[in-house]
């Protein structure tokens, strides 16, 4: 390959393109993809993992994510994950000696309560149930005798109808803890993920509608129980998929609301991922905030499971600290006085930033690196608008790399993933097909201008839109899968003197194909030496 110190080169993530079955629930396979098609077949090209111990992960069919994949990329080797450090810490018993942990304990012993808010899932990428457990059954041993527990319904990084499964799970728990004389631990607010607190959009709307739920007990739809929540609201509308059920409050026989978060108490988000759990943080933490009106803000002790935000260190109380990344790839290019930039729309912009960058959200250097944010759209499905701001995102990279400053850009579209969480069929392959044109585009410019780039996935899920659930019934899926995603590099230059290593049974974690190659990969593209404590380089020379 020849010198591109001056020459732009991209990494370009087609966010949930995974390779599937090639069958009828492939989405990407049914898309007229011509521009990948021909990418595919004429330049270096391979298959990278993106799941598991090949991200950090703890076990061998976790799902990789958004934020598990960007953090690998950019730092160019694998590392333990926030889920796989949280179960080491609570294997050797190191997470519940924590001085956060700690202070949240001490903050209820004159009698206030502990209420546990977070994603109840198994699906191990914003949360686990397991988590949950362990924390009550610590607040149990601990003696605090008043719990609550604020769910946010799943039905995406799991099964689409599986909210019994997990509030039935926590139920038994709290049979047992509530036969002991004055314990009191139960459920006081729930509703879909989709649809309260776990916004990364700015949506304060849905913030807000959980933050009156949670805090003062307020809301339009109100139960004696989660189940009966969970029942009326399919039954009211079938096939409602859990991460879209409306919020409702647990109240009384007299409508009172059983567990509202009130001064003196203690709150822990046990998410571990923050581009979902920062916004409600803020609500719970931030004195000067105008997200909405929070009314009375209770003084509580609020901790989160791991940082959310870096940069302004929220939570401030943090039961697991940050995955550090010491030196992440825009770092090291901005070291070598590489002029870079990151290109999104607002749903995948943390991941371009903070996760990226293995911890830090804003520029090192003004001067050097340039983050654009295109706004994605608002008060819609994205179902509705498979073609989200993909071809604002083109309009924008051929700008950026026509301007001939830059030597490195990152560029996530986020169709494929956003549009495949939504579980259905032909908007998922509208946004593929929009994807692979603005791809081409972008490849075009690149070639125009001698540059190059490695386009990939940092995980799968559009090829995955359907699943067979028990009897053999076909169901919608709207979680990730953990299906190898393509990589290829876009080298006008090419002349097959070169290929990309292949994924092989034989080869261990460390050496087959995945994102944590990528930095290395990108280092040599450019023209640069490949850094030594970076995994090494997919390219492979005849």
């Not at 990151?342 to 983050?371: A, C, I, S, W």
């Not at 560029?411 to 946004?431: L, T």
């Not at 540059?451 to 919608?476: C, F, P, Q, R, S």
């Amino acid at each position: 390959m020849s010198d591109r110190m001056t020459k732009p080169v991209l990494l370009i993530v087609m966010d949930g393109w995974g390779m599937g079955s090639g069958g009828p629930e492939d989405a990407i396979a049914r898309a007229n993809t011509p521009v990948f098609d021909r990418l595919w077949s004429d330049y270096a090209h391979t298959t990278l993992m993106t799941h598991g111990p090949y991200v950090g992960l703890p076990a061998k069919n976790d799902m990789g994510g958004s934020e598990v994949g960007h953090l690998t990329m950019g730092a160019g080797m694998i590392l333990d994950q926030g889920p796989t450090r949280i179960n080491k810490a609570f294997a050797d018993g190191s997470f519940l000696k924590s001085k956060a942990l700690t202070k949240v304990m001490a903050a209820v012993e004159s009698g206030g309560t502990l209420h546990l808010m977070g994603l109840l899932s198994d699906g191990n990428i914003h949360s686990h149930l397991d988590h949950f457990k362990k924390l009550i059954n610590f607040a149990f041993d601990s003696g605090v005798k008043s719990l609550r527990v604020h769910a946010l319904l799943d039905g995406r990084d799991v099964g689409i109808h599986t909210a019994q499964k997990y509030v039935c799970e926590l139920e038994e728990d709290f049979v047992f803890i509530n036969s002991r004389d004055g314990f009191d631990y139960r459920f006081a607010s729930g509703g879909g993920r989709e649809r309260i607190v776990m916004d990364r959009d700015r949506d304060w709307s849905k913030v807000e509608e959980g933050w009156n739920l949670m805090v003062h007990g307020t809301g339009a739809h109100r139960f004696p129980s989660m189940i009966s929540a969970i029942e009326h609201m399919r039954a009211e509308k079938p096939g409602l998929i859990d991460q879209d059920m409306p919020g409702f409050v647990v109240v009384d026989e007299a409508d009172r609301p059983v567990g509202p978060i009130c001064d003196g108490d203690a709150v822990v988000m046990v998410n571990f991922r923050g581009d979902r759990a920062i916004e409600i943080t803020e609500a719970f933490e931030l004195d000067e905030f105008d997200g909405f009106d929070r009314g009375n803000r209770p003084d509580v002790v609020f901790a989160g499971m791991m940082v959310y935000d870096e940069d302004r260190n929220l939570p401030a109380l943090q039961l697991m600290g940050p995955t550090k990344v010491d030196n992440p790839f825009g770092r090291r290019i901005l070291e070598l006085g590489i002029k870079q930039f990151r290109l999104t729309e607002t749903q995948k912009y943390p991941h371009v930033t903070f996760f990226f960058n293995g911890g830090y959200r804003k520029p090192l250097d003004d001067t050097m690196e340039d983050y654009i944010l295109i706004p994605s759209d608002k008060g819609v499905s994205f179902s509705e608008a498979p073609a989200m701001k993909a071809n604002e995102i083109a309009d924008r990279a051929v700008e950026l790399i026509e301007s001939g400053e830059y030597g490195f850009g990152l560029i996530n579209f986020a169709n494929a993933d956003m549009v495949g969480h939504c579980g259905r069929m032909e908007p998922a392959i509208a946004a593929i097909e929009t994807v692979d044109g603005a791809v081409g585009r972008i490849v075009e410019a690149l070639a125009k201008v001698g540059g190059a780039a490695l386009i990939t996935a940092d995980h799968g899920n559009a090829e995955e839109m359907m699943v067979y659930a028990k009897g053999g019934a076909e169901e919608a899926s709207t979680k990730h899968s953990i299906n190898p995603v393509p990589c290829i590099l876009f080298d006008p230059a090419y002349d097959g003197s070169y290929t990309l290593r292949q994924p092989d049974d034989e080869q261990s974690t460390q050496t087959q194909p995945g994102l944590a190659h990528l930095a290395a990969t990108l280092f040599e593209a450019m023209g640069q030496p490949v850094p030594d404590d970076l995994l090494p380089s997919l390219i492979q020379r005849s």
